[in-house]
């Protein structure tokens, strides 16, 4: 009988050791700019699973966008401060793009200096080099990640951060097209001569060439892809920020921080909007960060990660099954957790390891019996 009761004990053991170091099938990784630290959600049911990095793991700080590398690795803008005046000796100094592996593991810093001031968006190029959107400069910097060397400035608003009319105004997003084409969204930001941040200019989308990206043309003069759009209903203002390539390659999604998610085909055509507005208020109560597609199963639809400024920043995963929904109502699925404090970051990824405390490992079980995304509308859970 104690033999019986041994061995029962430890199967149960080995059952829970499997348990914990089993991988999620589908995970999104979220940035929490307000707690400094990374978190997982289940994909499929919206559940959270737990932390990803503990606050300020390597020094993150305000994290902002995530990014899977062409290694396997997760990289995530750091530091800085958005709105802080530029000359003031208390600026921070901790801009940087930081590198872990899929299991939350610290991997050191893959891009700094070179003038980083506040870093949002960043994108592999296609020669394998680090394009990192430095938003209190307006330019656009490369980096050697394998170094960690600063390879130069790639792009700017010619204007040494005051800005200029359809240029690098506050760049943000960083995408590059299935043409070698680099997309970047603008805030219409830019720097006075005190080193205060205003918004004179138009949120827009530019492109850069591949001739451009390959460095075979000057990088001066980017062109319009998308001018300003008009407001949506549920917003009051114009911030582009976040940037996804369909899973066809033939289309761009675009979040807008102040409401709304807007489709365009390569050309620059308007194909379809999505309304975020799942506060239901007018105008919208939440804002919007970055979004993604999602991974697996789940390839076909489309994340965004959002926050009531109305309630102490409180985070919600936003999903629509494949892609589509309303544009005058909100109309995808919303999980609300208070785990998510005003994110802005998101990336899909296959294949996470499930967080390694009983407390993850509950957390999961109980989102096991629930049904897929895609068949829910509207929960919340906190």
């Given at each position: 009988?104690?033999?019986?009761l041994?061995?029962?004990?430890?199967l149960s053991?080995v059952?829970?050791?499997?348990?914990?170091?089993?991988?999620a099938?589908?995970?999104?990784l979220?940035g929490?700019?307000?707690d400094?630290?990374?978190?997982?959600?289940d994909?499929?049911?919206g559940?959270?699973q737990?932390n990803f990095t503990?606050?300020g793991l390597?020094?993150?700080?305000?994290?902002?966008?995530?990014?899977?590398?062409?290694?396997?690795?997760?990289?995530?803008s750091?530091?800085g401060n958005?709105g802080l005046?530029?000359?003031?000796?208390a600026y921070?100094?901790d801009?940087a793009v930081l590198?872990?592996?899929?299991t939350?593991?610290?991997?050191g810093i893959?891009?700094?200096g070179g003038?980083?001031?506040r870093?949002?968006g960043n994108?592999?190029?296609?020669d394998?080099?680090?394009?990192v959107s430095?938003?209190r400069?307006n330019?656009?910097?490369?980096y050697d990640?394998?170094?960690g060397a600063f390879?130069?400035v790639?792009?700017?608003d010619?204007?040494s951060?005051?800005g200029?009319a359809?240029?690098?105004n506050?760049?943000?997003?960083?995408l590059f097209?299935?043409d070698?084409?680099l997309?970047?969204?603008?805030?219409?930001?830019?720097?006075?001569?005190s080193g205060?941040?205003t918004?004179?200019?138009?949120?827009q989308v530019?492109?850069y060439t591949?001739?451009q990206v390959?460095?075979l043309?000057p990088?001066?003069t980017?062109?319009?892809?998308?001018?300003?759009?008009a407001?949506?209903?549920e917003?009051?203002?114009?911030?582009l920020?976040?940037l996804?390539?369909?899973?066809?390659?033939?289309?761009?999604?675009?979040?807008?921080?102040?409401g709304?998610?807007r489709?365009y085909d390569?050309?620059g055509?308007?194909?379809?909007?999505?309304?975020t507005n799942?506060?239901?208020t007018a105008?919208?109560?939440?804002?919007i960060?970055?979004l993604?597609?999602?991974?697996?199963?789940n390839?076909?639809?489309?994340?965004?990660?959002?926050f009531d400024?109305?309630?102490?920043?409180?985070?919600?995963?936003?999903a629509y099954?494949?892609?589509?929904?309303?544009a005058?109502t909100?109309s995808g699925?919303?999980?609300t957790?208070?785990?998510?404090?005003?994110?802005i970051?998101v990336?899909?990824?296959?294949g996470v390891?499930?967080?390694?405390t009983v407390?993850g490992?509950?957390?999961g079980?109980?989102?096991?019996?629930?049904?897929?995304?895609?068949?829910?509308?509207?929960?919340?859970r906190?």
């Amino acid at each position: 009988m104690k033999n019986r009761l041994q061995a029962a004990v430890l199967l149960s053991i080995v059952t829970l050791l499997g348990l914990i170091t089993s991988k999620a099938d589908a995970a999104l990784l979220i940035g929490n700019t307000e707690d400094n630290n990374i978190v997982v959600f289940d994909e499929s049911t919206g559940t959270f699973q737990g932390n990803f990095t503990t606050p300020g793991l390597g020094g993150l700080q305000a994290p902002d966008a995530l990014m899977i590398g062409p290694d396997g690795n997760l990289y995530v803008s750091s530091g800085g401060n958005s709105g802080l005046n530029l000359f003031d000796p208390a600026y921070p100094q901790d801009s940087a793009v930081l590198r872990y592996s899929l299991t939350g593991e610290f991997l050191g810093i893959a891009a700094s200096g070179g003038g980083l001031t506040r870093p949002y968006g960043n994108a592999f190029a296609p020669d394998g080099s680090l394009f990192v959107s430095s938003f209190r400069t307006n330019q656009i910097l490369r980096y050697d990640v394998t170094t960690g060397a600063f390879l130069g400035v790639f792009a700017s608003d010619n204007n040494s951060g005051l800005g200029s009319a359809n240029g690098l105004n506050g760049p943000n997003g960083l995408l590059f097209g299935p043409d070698g084409s680099l997309y970047v969204t603008t805030q219409g930001s830019a720097n006075n001569i005190s080193g205060g941040l205003t918004f004179p200019f138009a949120s827009q989308v530019l492109r850069y060439t591949p001739e451009q990206v390959a460095g075979l043309a000057p990088s001066q003069t980017p062109s319009v892809f998308i001018d300003q759009p008009a407001t949506l209903p549920e917003s009051e203002f114009i911030s582009l920020l976040g940037l996804a390539l369909a899973p066809t390659d033939d289309s761009l999604y675009i979040s807008d921080f102040a409401g709304g998610i807007r489709q365009y085909d390569l050309v620059g055509n308007l194909l379809s909007v999505l309304s975020t507005n799942y506060t239901g208020t007018a105008p919208s109560s939440n804002f919007i960060g970055s979004l993604t597609f999602g991974s697996g199963d789940n390839s076909d639809d489309l994340y965004a990660v959002g926050f009531d400024r109305t309630n102490a920043n409180l985070g919600s995963v936003l999903a629509y099954a494949g892609a589509q929904g309303s544009a005058g109502t909100f109309s995808g699925d919303v999980f609300t957790s208070s785990s998510l404090i005003r994110p802005i970051g998101v990336v899909a990824v296959e294949g996470v390891p499930e967080p390694s405390t009983v407390a993850g490992l509950l957390l999961g079980l109980g989102g096991l019996g629930l049904a897929r995304l895609r068949q829910r509308r509207s929960q919340i859970r906190l």
